[in-house]
């Protein structure tokens, strides 16, 4: 059965601290695997990485993908209050689904 | 704007009450989808529609029917519902299916409450 597992669950820091957050999979026919940060309602798209794609940066945002372990890393650096969210890994493979984890709960102190 | 809305935002509900939860996104996609989330748990998919066909049932209850008229709507029909129904529905789109080859973008979610 497919699944996706991040960790940690939570975790709590402070401003300007630097975060690495994990995801790993078991996905039939891996195709491709997404970030997304979740504040209060609908997840926003960070990233998506694929055999083609391994490493990805957006401002303080990066994320690596490792297909030899199976997983795959975002890092935050510079932590802000506004970075405080639910950040959601997601794999696609052989069926038409996006196979969630259950998120990693950020949360930023002042 | 994330250019997927949903409507109605929250939505308190009896068990022998019929609602409809109503998706449209403005991206021209071609798939859309249903996802159900409960506190503490995965996102779960629940319907897929590519070019308004329905290609993934979720194994989900009838009490929920899906109805895609287009391709920039996508409605959930509820009906008999239960307190465990209670989630927060979220609807995405994406260019087109194909085994997560395409980011999704969601819309805000309804926050539904069985009572």
């Known amino acids: 059965e497919d699944k996706v597992v991040q960790s940690p669950l939570s975790l709590v820091v402070h401003e300007g601290d630097t975060v690495t957050l994990n995801c790993s999979y078991e996905?039939?026919?891996?195709?491709?695997l997404l970030w997304y940060k979740q504040e209060k309602k609908a997840p926003t798209f960070l990233f998506m990485l694929?055999?083609?794609?391994i490493e990805k940066k957006s401002g303080r945002l990066s994320s690596i993908l490792d297909k030899k372990e199976l997983s795959s890393i975002l890092n935050i650096t510079a932590t802000q209050t506004g970075d405080s969210a639910i950040y959601l890994c997601a794999v696609g493979g052989a069926t038409n689904k996006l196979i969630f984890g259950t998120g990693t709960l950020l949360a930023v102190q002042p | 704007e994330t250019g997927v809305t949903q409507t109605p935002r929250h939505l308190v509900m009896g068990m022998t009450n019929k609602k409809s939860l109503k998706c449209e996104q403005h991206?021209?996609?071609?798939?859309m989808y249903w996802y159900k989330q409960s506190a503490k748990k995965p996102l779960e998919l629940m319907f897929v529609?590519?070019?308004?066909?329905?290609?993934e049932n979720n194994s989900v209850p009838s009490r929920f029917s899906p109805e895609c008229p287009n391709s920039s709507h996508l409605f959930l029909h509820l009906h008999t519902l239960q307190p465990e129904d209670s989630a927060l529905y979220l609807c995405a789109s994406s260019q087109e299916t194909s085994g997560g080859s395409y980011e999704q973008y969601f819309g805000p979610g309804t926050r539904l409450t069985v009572t």
């Open positions: 529609y590519n070019f308004k066909e329905q290609t």
């Open positions: 996905v039939t026919n891996f195709r491709s």
């Open positions: 991206l021209g996609h071609n798939a």
């Open positions: 694929t055999s083609s794609g």
